[in-house]
């Protein structure tokens, strides 16, 4: 019995600590992701990336890089997106969502390994994930932190109100490509690890539950951290040990459930704020 | 043109500004200089935002000059409406965001930076309120909110974008009391922009008129001036007086 749970232990320890190092990255960006209104953007970035890395994996030629490069270009053309007034923004994010989510099909179909590959483009190989990726991950995930939480309050600011940090001399254009560029960079060797449906979760799922609890910004970001680790250590653990499920899908239906009391936590807590008021008044 | 007093902190020579290929003000000649209350007035869409984002540096002239006297710091306002509420920010964390450029790039903050975060939150009234939630403040609170944050970032030149949009009287009254404060007392240099003539023809020491992808600049007296009102606006307007205040009253409300 011990000797059974010491091989699986083993055999768990790689998938959490990529699982882990995935949740801290997206999760922390992933507050940025919904404050700036952006969660379809990162939907649109995740297909992107997920098409560059099936490129990759087609051609066989580095996948996270092609990955990298495909959203570099993605990132490039968001301002133009941005400045576009004839139509709304989202619908050309839904025609890159579209084609990027189509390419990455074709391209996986090109694979000699395609069912293997079309697997890890979706849900990554968070179960059979390498050292080598895993060092790639922790690279990637300590420089964007790093870049993060160094320039921590000339992102909020520039994600907040950037005509008024440019109004000052900030360089907001300038740390607001560095920010696309670090989520895309995240998304690109994410995807390789845990798949595109789980890194969008990572990117939406606890950011949502923390904003609707916390009430500074600090405290959403550490939260949603948090809570990304936690889903993804439990769902990872029961998945191996107890249900037959598989461990990506498991961690993003995780990573949902604290989402409806949280909602429900802020709509009372509004409510007793709105008692309150009221009483004051009367 | 009259010139600003002092040594101008901003000089426009004959620029020209739009976007793209379409222009959309031409030949503008304008300085501001210490101690000036300028108004930029003019219809809705006759160019007010892009004038000021030229002088703010955020859009490059088409033609022509744009000298900002360095170093200069703005204290920019912008129109409330554009900040997203969203966010989970405090009042004291949305003004001691002007200390942020001020501090450098990846300095951290010092109690320095939150004494003046503070001081600037005195000055608006607004002490009691910095740890409130800064979307959870009246539309006033959040105007004087953003007043405070430009008063931190110890500007030479505070520019106001509209900031009176959507206020009711009492709130409109008191930002007015403020900026007429910052301007007489501590000769603040102040750009007010607004549709409203009637709103700075009792704070501002010059107007700039914006009509017709032109913009005149002048005295009070010179712009509102029945002649200049009728050429911006295309009504027959005179300018009133009472208890020392001036206003503007057009021809085609005197008979309701």
Same mark, same amino acid.
């Given at each position: ?9 083993q055999l768990l320890q790689l998938p959490l600590v990529g699982g882990l190092i995935c949740?801290v990255v ?11 209104? $952006? ?10 990336g997920?098409?560059g890395v099936a490129?990759g994996l087609?051609l066989e030629l580095a996948p996270s890089i092609l990955g990298f490069a ?32 189509? @390419? ?9 390994a395609?069912?293997a590959h079309?697997h890890q483009i979706?849900f990554g190989e968070l179960l059979t994930v390498t050292p080598v990726l895993l060092a790639e991950m922790a690279v990637v995930a300590a420089l964007v932190?790093?870049?993060? $939480? =160094?320039?921590? &309050? ?22 607001? =490509? ?7 960079l995240t998304i690109a060797v994410a995807i390789r690890v845990a798949g595109?449906?789980l890194v ?8 949502? !539950? ?38 990506g ?34 | ?29 304008? !300085? ?15 160019? &007010? ?36 509420? $969203? ?19 990846? &300095? ?69 009391? @403020? ?10 240099? $102040? ?5 409203? =003539? ?12 914006? +009509? ?8 009070? +007296? ?15 307007? !005179? ?18």
């Amino acid at each position: 019995m011990t000797e059974s749970f010491n091989t699986t232990w083993q055999l768990l320890q790689l998938p959490l600590v990529g699982g882990l190092i995935c949740a801290v990255v997206c999760c922390y960006l992933g507050i940025y992701v919904v404050l700036r209104r $952006i969660v379809f953007v990162s939907a649109a970035l995740t297909q992107v990336g997920a098409a560059g890395v099936a490129l990759g994996l087609w051609l066989e030629l580095a996948p996270s890089i092609l990955g990298f490069a495909t959203l570099l270009l993605a990132v490039l053309v968001l301002p133009l997106i941005r400045q576009e007034r004839r139509l709304p923004g989202e619908s050309f994010l839904g025609a890159i969502y579209v084609a990027a989510s189509a @390419l990455a099909l074709i391209f996986v179909a090109q694979s000699p390994a395609e069912e293997a590959h079309l697997h890890q483009i979706l849900f990554g190989e968070l179960l059979t994930v390498t050292p080598v990726l895993l060092a790639e991950m922790a690279v990637v995930a300590a420089l964007v932190l790093s870049f993060h $939480i =160094l320039f921590f &309050k000339e992102i909020l600011l520039i994600s907040f109100d950037p005509d008024f940090g440019a109004s000052l001399g900030l360089k907001s254009q300038l740390i607001d =490509l560095l920010f696309y560029l670090s989520l895309g960079l995240t998304i690109a060797v994410a995807i390789r690890v845990a798949g595109a449906l789980l890194v969008f979760s990572y990117l939406v799922l606890p950011a949502v !539950t923390s904003l609707l609890i916390c009430r500074r910004i600090i405290s959403a970001l550490i939260l949603a951290v948090v809570l990304g680790m936690v889903c993804s250590g439990v769902a990872l653990y029961l998945s191996f040990y107890h249900l037959n499920l598989p461990s990506g899908p498991l961690i993003a239906a995780f990573c949902s459930v604290p989402l409806p009391f949280a909602f429900l936590w802020a709509v009372l807590r509004e409510a007793r704020a709105g008692r309150e008021a009221r009483t004051a008044l009367s | 043109m009259t010139e600003g007093s002092g040594q101008p902190f901003i000089e426009f020579q004959d620029v020209t500004l739009g976007y793209g290929s379409q222009i959309v003000l031409r030949n503008v000649n304008l !300085t501001v200089g210490q101690g000036d209350f300028l108004g930029i007035v003019g219809p809705n869409g006759s160019g &007010k935002t892009t004038l000021l984002k030229a002088v703010l540096g955020l859009a490059k002239p088409l033609s022509g000059t744009v000298r900002i006297r360095s170093p200069v710091r703005f204290g920019y306002v912008p129109q409330r409406e554009i900040l997203d509420e $969203i966010y989970p920010l405090t009042v004291l964390d949305v003004v001691m965001m002007s200390r942020v450029p001020v501090r450098g790039l990846g &300095k951290s903050l010092t109690d320095a930076d939150r004494q003046s975060a503070l001081w600037a939150l005195d000055q608006v009234g607004l002490a009691d309120l910095s740890d409130k939630l800064y979307r959870h403040l009246s539309g006033g609170q959040k105007q004087r909110t953003l007043l405070a944050r430009a008063l931190a970032a110890e500007p030479n030149v505070l520019i106001l974008d509209e900031p009176t949009n959507g206020l009711d009287l009492a709130s409109e009254g008191e930002i007015m009391a @403020l900026l007429r404060d910052l301007h007489s007392r501590q000769g603040a240099t $102040i750009i007010f922009v607004t549709h409203l =003539l009637n709103l700075v023809l009792n704070s501002a020491t010059r107007l700039a008129l914006l +009509h017709d992808g032109t913009v005149t600049v002048g005295t009070v +007296h010179q712009i509102a001036s029945p002649d200049s009102l009728k050429k911006a606006y295309g009504l027959e307007a !005179t300018v009133r007086e009472l208890n020392g205040y001036r206003f503007v009253v057009a021809k085609s409300d005197r008979k309701f």
